[in-house]
């Protein structure tokens, strides 16, 4: 069935609070409003108030109460209406979902959800506009997805849901009206399992979200030129799907990584890492990375543009590595 | 700034006759708890002088009673949630002391296997759901236990405990508005021994004088209590929580307390933020030797009975750090464990 990405998501959640009683959502608007983004889309009159909870915008009293909900044996889908705002509850995130489990030796874990959209859309300025999965990346203790496509946004979303620990999942904000074939019947994707979405003999394209469907439009453009790139898409950030990487390399010799994030820390780095520890004598060459420029979101479009990488960005870096 | 009046022999004045209903066994039961707590306490400085015990140790000697008047007014399957300076609630809540001081020496048989150590101590079996080391950030824990106990329309009730020092936290006031706003099971006990760290209550915020007055202007009901008294204690939190089983509601309790230690071990005793005076005051507002004298009062028990009872918290402790100290620390495979669920 074609969806889009937002109906996709709205289906994983709506076909697990079905199936298990303890899951809930809450967050700003998810409610009457039916979320910010509408992803919980007739949610109330399903399932009615107490599972379905507009809060105040308090991030960090609200992500607190799901924590707790989540060690008393809950499953709470915490929906920031974006993860800008997860800074306010990065404390709870950090210091007490992911890390419960280990400072009670195994006693205590907190199995919850924490969604949301991610990175930039149209000129929302500096704190509307932010990559910050690397942030949550850092952190053990927590897992960290960042779907491309429907049906791997509802596959995952629903892993995510049914597992046992602390789960981030980042949707891109620019993705929710896009559509895709999602299966009809009930399916779940592994956590940790990365995609090949393109085959091709000469170049690894490594990326994730949105920039993996960039990844994709700039192989389309290079196989014009007779370059032949292969595409991964991450999908899960943390944990890392080194296998699928280093097969590609091994193919490939040479990877180009694409991230919408800040290049300094950023993902990017990790990855590139990976490959250079794990899969060095692989290369034909030093990895090339394309990231978002260091800078605070610009406002103006013009600008905005520049800040962001797009497929000509992704093309001469592929060309530079060739 | 003294919590209560002292008379001019330097005695508690006791004017309370003991409840006629109160069980002699109750209050022997009550005073038992916070000797343990004392005696373990003690215990743990000379642990840390010795090197045996390391990190941080927050002594709660001195606010006994309200832990212990709180705890012993709940059933063992509410939930209790607690700042760092939780040895005190662990204990009141029934945690074995061997475990517990096995997880201060950092051992593999300790509460969590060495994991969490003195800030953390977490105990699921007795629901006990932990020490929180991040001032504030555990309130919205708080409101999530209660959020599932009557999500599973269970009766079950969650008593919070932090200091002074965390009221004016963002944490604390975003808890207080979803417990309210939600009317959750929880209630928030405000243990004001006077200092945030070394910083008094006045130069914490404004209105220091009615802590509670934050609470109401979320909603919540609130009292103060005399937190040198474990049957006051003990008093308001079972009426309390008698009305919240029925009809769930936050309540906010103001326990005025003081702490005869320092912060931590880095300033074990008053401190340069206080005077010696000071301190040597409030002791003599001692909440055990309180009890003592209501219990002595009323014939209840005898020096001769307060005695035997002390030799055998001693012995109890005593065995607690023979246990730990004979533990093994956790092997280097332990390191990677517990991380994820599998």
């Known amino acids: 069935m074609l969806i889009s990405y937002r109906e996709a998501l709205n289906q994983a959640m709506r076909e697990e609070m079905q199936r298990d009683s303890r899951v809930f959502l809450i967050g700003e608007e998810v409610g009457y409003y039916q979320g910010a983004f509408k992803v919980s889309k007739g949610f109330v009159e399903e399932f009615g108030v107490e599972r379905v909870l507009d809060t105040p915008i308090t991030e960090a009293g609200f992500t607190g109460l799901a924590v707790g909900a989540a060690m008393a044996g809950l499953r709470p889908i915490v929906e920031l209406m974006t993860f800008n705002f997860g800074i306010l509850a990065l404390d709870q995130i950090v210091n007490n979902a992911a890390k419960v489990r280990y400072m009670s030796g195994g006693q205590l874990s907190a199995p919850m959800v924490i969604r949301g959209p991610g990175s930039a859309a149209h000129q929302l300025a500096a704190q509307h506009s932010q990559s910050l999965e690397a942030w949550f990346c850092h952190v053990p203790g927590l897992k960290v997805i960042a779907p491309a496509t429907p049906s791997d946004a509802k596959g995952l979303l629903k892993s995510a849901i049914r597992d046992e620990n602390p789960v981030i999942f980042i949707e891109a904000q620019l993705l929710y009206g896009t559509k895709g074939e999602v299966p009809d019947h009930d399916y779940s994707l592994p956590i940790g399992k990365a995609a090949v979405t393109r085959t091709g003999s000469d170049v690894t394209i490594v990326a994730y979200s949105k920039m993996a469907l960039l990844a994709l439009e700039a192989a389309e453009a290079l196989s014009k030129e007779g370059i032949n790139a292969e595409v991964i898409d991450l999908r899960t950030l943390k944990p890392l799907d080194t296998d699928t990487l280093l097969e590609s390399v091994k193919k490939t010799g040479r990877v180009v990584i694409v991230e919408e994030g800040w290049e300094f820390c950023g993902l990017g780095a990790q990855i590139a890492e990976t490959i250079y520890s794990k899969g060095f004598d692989l290369l034909d060459g030093p990895i090339v990375r394309v990231a978002g420029e260091e800078v605070p979101m610009p406002y103006t479009r013009p600008l905005e543009d520049l800040a962001i990488p797009d497929a000509a960005r992704v093309i001469s870096a592929v060309k530079k590595n060739l | ?342």
């Open chain 2, 1 to 342: 700034m003294s919590i209560r009046n002292v008379d001019q022999s330097g005695l508690l004045m006791v004017n309370s006759k003991l409840d006629p209903n109160s069980n002699k066994n109750d209050l022997l039961a009550l005073y038992r708890y916070m000797l343990l707590i004392r005696r373990f306490e003690e215990k743990s400085a000379e642990m840390y002088a010795l090197a045996k015990i390391a990190g941080f140790l927050h002594l709660y000697i001195g606010q006994e009673a309200v832990a212990v008047g709180c705890i012993h007014a709940i059933r063992p399957d509410d939930y209790v949630i607690a700042s760092y300076r939780d040895h005190g609630h662990c204990l009141a809540k029934g945690s074995d002391p061997k475990k517990v001081m096995a997880e201060l020496f950092g051992k593999a048989t300790g509460l969590c296997k060495g994991k969490g150590g003195s800030m953390h101590l977490i105990d699921v079996e007795r629901h006990f759901m932990g020490g929180y080391a991040i001032v504030g950030g555990h309130l919205p824990l708080a409101v999530g236990l209660a959020f599932a106990s009557r999500y599973r329309k269970e009766d079950r009730v969650v008593l919070c405990f932090f200091g002074d020092g965390a009221v004016p936290s963002g944490h604390t006031h975003e808890a207080f508005n979803l417990a309210a706003l939600w009317k959750l099971p929880v209630i928030f006990i405000c243990e004001n021994n006077r200092y945030g760290m070394g910083t008094p209550v006045e130069r914490e915020m404004l209105l220091y004088k009615d802590i509670a007055e934050r609470a109401r202007a979320h909603g919540i009901e609130s009292e103060q209590v005399d937190g040198m008294d474990v049957l006051a204690v003990k008093e308001l939190t079972a009426r309390v929580v008698k009305k919240m089983r029925k009809d769930p509601q936050p309540f906010f309790i103001e326990a005025s307390t003081y702490r005869f230690m320092g912060h931590s071990m880095s300033d074990p005793a008053h401190g340069h933020y206080r005077t010696k005076e000071e301190v040597g005051e409030a002791r003599k507002q001692d909440p055990l030797i309180f009890l003592k004298t209501r219990i002595l009062q009323d014939g209840l028990a005898n020096e001769a009975d307060f005695k035997q009872m002390d030799k055998e918290v001693i012995q109890t402790v005593t065995e607690s750090v023979k246990f730990a100290d004979e533990s093994p620390f956790p092997d280097p495979g332990a390191l990677h464990e517990d991380v994820l669920v599998e």
